[in-house]
């Protein structure tokens, strides 16, 4: 074994599948041997000795079939019709036994069979001419009774004679055939059993050696894939836990299996290295570094990896550029989903779809402002969510703001109609209680020029022609300069109307004076 010990695991294994090549060569020329002895054996009785003895057979029971026919045709009485019946019988049983005899002349004979085969012959052709005489003679005879004895007679003496003779040499070929059978038989059995017994012998030679070379070949496999299994492990676990510099020692193995470490480090540097890359690539993704596209070349999977990294670069980019003009108010964007799953597409294209929604809503609202349809509002039921919300706000801020500016529209179209409303006494805040002031100070001041405010009072005093009250309400603006005109008017007219009736008093006067004149100058002349 020192010898095979400092062989190399490939000539080891190569000696071992030789010796159990040898000793499967041997049982096999062994059991080769014994199928080519047995076929010998076998071929001689199915090919010759049963097709003979099987043909001889044949031949003897048709010849027994043409006796009993035979001795038919001699019983008295035989009707035409029988006798034609029995005429069919012979012609086939002929041609049945003729056949059986050139089979079985066809096959190889010892010498004895082919003599005895002679004799055969030649008794055959002695029987079938004494045959061939007494058919003659049945034919011949018709209803001649002692020609029919006669023919009875011939068939019962040389023809029978003839007969068994013939059957005699029959049978001793017959026998011949059988005892060849039986001989070969037991021949083939002992052939048989002298192959079995040398396939064994060997089958258990060759699984020694094969048992022997194969705890030899184990053990000094065993051996170095043990080392080996050792590194891959270290290897595997290092991996498992993210060491990816670990590497195998080739120097724990023979030199034949060094490659196999070689080989399995190369090939941790051939993926870690595109690993680290996509590391590299994923982490600065996550921070939201999007860098630039690989252009490197990989081969194969690595490849494959590289155009995805690359198509998510490209993704992210384009997603970020959308996002910029979404920022800016810019929603007329395209965006494709990388594939039915694109969860991030998709729902940034309902986001887009929410923005537009939300500002067509928008623009809806401001054209329906612009032309005074007041009671426009959103429909929020197009959006969800936060969309929905806001779009109910606008609602909610234009009720707030369009609510005063109806309670003041409703106020000056009052007033625009001489319908003087009441104050407004609801609470608003801000800007709309600025509102709310105005109007109430501007019914106020409308208020005054009513019959009931004190402008009124005074023109309906005015048209009593009562001037003696002027008004004395704090007014502002034109109203305040209407009150002014109004008093200025009441002093004016009640001054007036104060000199006219000075002057009416003194006018009345000198007609009292001139009338008392005209009569103390009338007394005289009237005297």
Not at 473 to 490: C, S
């Amino acid at each position: 074994m020192g010898f095979l010990s400092n062989l190399s695991t490939k000539w080891k294994l190569i000696s071992g599948f030789l010796v159990v090549a040898a000793i499967t060569a041997m049982v096999g020329c062994i059991g080769f041997w014994g199928v080519w002895r047995l076929d010998g054996h076998i071929e001689e009785i199915g090919e010759v000795r049963l097709p003979a003895v099987q043909s001889l057979q044949t031949v003897m029971a048709q010849l027994e079939r043409i006796g009993a026919t035979t001795r038919t045709l001699g019983l008295p009485g035989v009707t035409p019709e029988m006798r034609a019946e029995q005429q069919e019988h012979l012609t086939d049983a002929r041609e049945i036994y003729q056949s059986a005899q050139a089979v079985y002349d066809s096959l190889p004979k010892t010498g004895e069979e082919a003599e005895l085969w002679e004799q055969y012959m030649s008794a055959v052709q002695a029987w079938r001419d004494e045959n061939n005489q007494t058919m003659e003679m049945f034919t011949q005879a018709g209803d001649d009774s002692e020609a029919l004895e006669q023919a009875v007679a011939h068939l019962l003496g040389p023809v029978t004679q003839r007969q068994r003779a013939m059957l005699d040499v029959l049978d001793r070929i017959v026998e011949i055939n059988q005892n060849r059978a039986a001989e070969e038989v037991a021949n083939a059995e002992s052939m048989a059993a002298t192959a079995q017994y040398m396939a064994l012998g060997g089958s258990f030679v060759g699984v020694g050696l094969a048992v022997v070379f194969g705890l030899f070949l184990a053990s000094s496999i065993a051996k170095v894939l043990t080392t080996l299994i050792g590194q891959t492990k270290r290897l595997g676990e290092a991996v498992v836990a993210g060491k990816l510099e670990t590497r195998g020692n080739p120097e724990t193995v023979s030199a034949e299996f060094r490659p196999i470490i070689r080989g399995v480090n190369d090939t941790l540097d051939a993926v870690i290295g595109p690993l680290n890359m996509m590391a590299e690539y994923v982490e600065r993704i996550s921070d939201g570094d999007i860098p630039e596209k690989i252009i490197d070349e990989y081969k194969g999977d690595f490849n494959e990896v590289k155009n995805n990294l690359n198509q998510l670069i490209e993704a992210e980019l384009r997603i970020a550029d959308v996002a910029n003009k979404l920022a800016v108010g810019d929603t007329n964007v395209q965006l494709e989903a990388r594939s039915s799953n694109d969860v991030l597409i998709h729902g940034m294209k309902r986001c887009i779809d929410a923005m537009n929604a939300l500002e067509q809503e928008g623009l809806v609202l401001v054209d329906a402002m612009r032309n005074g349809k007041l009671d426009a509002r959103a429909n929020p039921g197009e959006l969800a969510g936060s969309w929905a919300k806001l779009l109910a706000g606008f609602n909610d801020t234009l009720d707030a703001v369009i609510a005063p500016l109806n309670v003041a529209a409703e106020y000056v179209d009052r007033i625009s109609k001489g319908d003087m409303p009441e104050k407004i006494t609801e609470d608003y805040t801000g800007d709309f209680n600025e509102i709310k002031n105005n109007l109430n100070r501007c019914v106020e001041a409308l208020s005054a020029m009513t019959r009931k405010g004190a402008i009124g009072l005074a023109l309906d005093r005015m048209s009593d022609k009562d001037f003696s009250h002027v008004i004395d309400t704090e007014l502002p603006g034109v109203y305040g300069e209407l009150r002014d005109n109004v008093n200025a008017v009441v002093t004016n007219m009640r001054e007036e109307l104060g000199a006219q009736a000075s002057a009416l008093k003194d006018l009345v006067g000198q007609f009292r004076t001139d009338g008392s004149r005209s009569r103390r100058e009338a007394e005289p002349a009237q005297a």
